[in-house]
């Protein structure tokens, strides 16, 4: 399959309270699947009936692998419960060994940065795991509230700023659009 490899891998944070920090991952994911390179996507924190990045990943297939590793909806802030946490460390897992080894090109850690922020994976264990990367491993963290250690050990930080959203005027997720 494919065969590229990156000739280098860096790491980049796409952060801040505004709308598109998963789809600038996904319109990455694209772009690397369009050159043959190996594409995984491991969604934290966030589950939902299939959304249009799950029903278009198998079309991307082989290149394109994506795994939700939430509960139904959104997790609140505040204590974790045990599910929770249970799926934050297998998804966890599952990274580790994604950025580790020699399967993937890209890897995209969607919703990692809240994933820390609510105590799921701590700072400590994501900056391991960033030091850890296979040196041809592009790594890519999304989610609000990333950590200043994160953002000082990426390479790319990028953060998405709320100027005006039609959420407030009781636009609701479109499918599509936003779903």
């Not at 690397?32 to 190996?38: C, F, I, S, T």
Request: proline fraction near 3%; aromatic fraction near 6%.
């Amino acid at each position: 399959m494919g065969g590229r490899k990156l000739a280098q891998g860096l790491i980049q944070v796409y952060t801040g309270n505004g709308k598109g920090k998963t789809t600038a991952a996904l319109g990455l994911a694209l772009r690397a699947v369009g050159r043959e390179l190996r594409v995984c996507m491991i969604q934290f924190v966030k589950g939902c009936e299939p959304c249009g990045e799950h029903r278009a990943a198998p079309r991307l297939a082989p290149y394109f692998t994506l795994v939700q590793m939430g509960h139904r909806g959104w997790l609140a802030e505040g204590e974790p419960d045990a599910e929770a946490m249970a799926m934050a460390r297998k998804a966890f897992g599952m990274a580790r060994e994604a950025v580790r080894g020699s399967d993937y090109d890209l890897v995209i850690l969607d919703e990692i940065n809240l994933a820390v922020s609510y105590g799921l994976v701590s700072v400590q264990e994501l900056l391991e795991l960033m030091r850890e990367k296979g040196p041809c491993v592009e790594l890519v963290l999304t989610g609000r509230k990333a950590a200043p250690e994160v953002l000082e050990a990426a390479d790319l930080v990028t953060e998405m700023r709320e100027v005006k959203h039609y959420y407030k005027a009781g636009v609701t997720a479109r499918i599509g659009i936003e779903k």
